[in-house]
């Protein structure tokens, strides 16, 4: 079979960065750019990053667009950086990239690519969604040109980790995520719930290590500070994999339990600004707008998500 082809709309974010690594060691997929969005940091550092993990990976031929500075209404809050530092990565120092962000804006670029070729394109969205709004508003046509499209983002049962009710991805752009939820592409919904239960432990990063790789090192520093905030803050010793488990819904879906639902997003500025919610009983009477994950075999996922990045390491990365 073909391997999916894919574009990751992201703001790297040390999740992020591994998303990226995932993608580029699994065979099942192929990566062919990113998008950049503002969210766990500025949109500067979130565009480097992602350039100088690409060429840490020996991918720099891959396309980085730079995309939106700030979310439609709210601001740009802080909460990123006390996960993932302030450079984004943790304690990885990458050099400065050599390469440089396409001159085209994210939203031109991706009306252009999902246009160019319709039905072909899976976008993933790891980060705030406001580049894809954007791009829906601008050229609506993109919706039914779209394969798929995979987000990690959202609460469902569980609570949020941002607000007690809110997941960040959405919480950070939730008018982004209520025009996206509401525009008729095929979504596959990765969020909190299944994204706490794959948990990358200080023992998985050791074991990677063995690997005499700058991957590996890299691996090492940029969850360093990650995993300080989870010990702090959430009392357990690792990290969640949330961004990375998109890549499953690609390559290993049977570790997943998916239910469709209607889901919405609260935009009412209150308490529960950027809760997502599913309607369970069908109250509202309408039809699911996409696939929910709701249960994941997480130590499973995180076995394959080592073993693919030993492989990476082992290629002499
Ligand atoms: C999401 O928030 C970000 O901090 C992570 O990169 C992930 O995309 C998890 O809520
Ligand atoms: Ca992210």
Known sequence: MNPSRIIIDTDPGVDDALTFLFALASPEIQLEALTTVCGNIGIEKTTRNALAVLELAHASHIPVARGCALPLVSTLGKAGEAVHGTSGIGEASLPEPKSQPIHQHAIDYLIERILAEPGEITLFTIGPMTNLA????????????????????????????????????????????????????????????????????????????????????????????????????????????????????????????????????????????????????????????????????GREFVELFIERMESLCRAGL
């Open 134 to 297: 954007l791009a829906i508003r601008k050229e609506p046509r993109i919706v039914p040109s779209l394969k798929e499209l995979i987000i990690m983002g959202g609460a469902i049962r569980q609570g949020g980790n941002v607000t007690p009710l809110a997941e960040f991805n959405v919480h950070a752009d939730p008018h982004a995520a209520h025009i996206v939820f509401h525009a008729g592409i095929p979504i596959t919904l990765i969020p909190l719930d299944v994204t706490y239960k794959c948990l990358l432990t200080s023992a998985d990063v050791e074991r990677l290590n063995r690997i005499d790789s700058p991957i590996a090192r890299f691996v090492r520093d940029a969850t360093a500070t990650y995993m300080d905030f989870y010990r702090k803050y959430e009392s357990f010793d690792g990290c969640a994999l949330h961004d990375p488990l998109t890549i499953a819904a690609i390559i290993a879906p049977e570790l997943l339990t998916f239910e469709e639902h209607h889901v919405d997003v609260d935009i009412s500025g209150g308490v529960g600004n950027g809760n997502t919610f599913a309607d369970f009983m069908n109250v509202a009477k309408k039809p699911a707008n996409m696939k929910v994950a709701l249960d994941v075999r």
